[in-house]
């Protein structure tokens, strides 16, 4: 009979593969004893900040106002928009009127009617007081537009508001203006 022969096999080899399929910390691993280990560092990715995107941050007010953004086929402003609506008698003084025209305060008196005029304007059927305000707001870094200290639904148009003020004789709030400047 043939003898068969059988590999020769290292048993260290094969102690040094089982170490190697261990999990790191496991307490059966005999590289290092629970006193010499030590957890790692969290590790704490940070975005880089380049110094071409830092924004500054300038509190005071704008030299020249900020050009109002408007949606395609509508040139008017909103601020332009107020103008004509405490110019036409049809909606002031039922919608929106004047509180004091020679300092440019006027007083919202229908939001909902406000409201569905604006979206008229912007051709929008779903229009609410909350989405109007929204864009008188952008109004306020221009300084057309401001909002009248603890007088709920008070605006007064701001510095960079011109032409707000009634000139054409036959515009009803010019006889409001000129009693009141004649007083």
Not at 130 to 155: C, G, I, W
Request: proline letters at 7%; a positive charge.
């Amino acid at each position: 009979k043939e003898e068969e022969e059988e590999p020769s096999v290292d048993i260290n080899l094969l102690q040094a593969s089982k170490r190697r399929h261990q999990r790191k910390y496991s307490s059966t691993d005999d590289t290092e004893s629970d006193e010499e280990w030590e957890p790692e560092e969290p590790k704490h990715f940070r975005r880089k900040q380049s110094s071409s995107r830092r924004i500054s941050i300038c509190r005071s007010p704008s030299q020249r106002p900020v050009p109002q953004r408007r949606s395609p086929g509508t040139k008017l402003k909103i601020t332009q928009w107020i103008v004509e609506l405490l110019r036409n008698p049809k909606y002031n003084p039922k919608v929106i009127t004047w509180v004091d025209e020679k300092h440019g305060v006027f007083m919202i008196k229908d939001t909902a009617a406000y409201a569905k005029l604006w979206g008229k304007i912007k051709h929008n059927d779903n229009m609410t007081y909350e989405k109007l305000s929204r864009a008188m707001r952008y109004s306020y870094k221009n300084d057309e537009l401001r909002m009248v200290p603890e007088q709920r639904l008070t605006y007064k148009f701001g510095e960079n508001m011109i032409n707000f003020r009634a000139e054409n004789p036959e515009d009803p709030n010019m006889k409001l203006v000129h009693n009141k400047l004649n007083h």
